[in-house]
């Protein structure tokens, strides 16, 4: 291990700490081997700052406007198995009664 303690990979806190040959972070709770970091992970937080992973469920947290539906998202639709990937909208997923869309992670709250 280096002097230094690199940042957490998941949540990017400063507090990491060593634990036998592992790191620990003590904010979001993550174990990684330092050895085996992969730089380019994709961390998505919800609009609280809960880091999001995929099958996640999470819930919108205001009315969302659609393209080409009668009606908006509402505020509490609760979306379950969530898929991250880098984009402007980086949630994609599946809403009852509108199909499959991508979600912004500000909209979102970890459920």
Known sequence: MSDQIP?????KSAYAYPMDSLLVCPECGHEWNPDEV???ALVVKDANGNILEDGDTVIVLKNLPVKGA???VKAGTKVKNIKLRDSD???DCKIDGFGAMGLKSEFVKKG
């Open 7 to 11: 940042p957490c990979p998941n949540c």
């Open 38 to 40: 992969d730089e380019n």
């Open 70 to 72: 009668n009606g908006p």
């Open 89 to 91: 909208h980086n949630i």
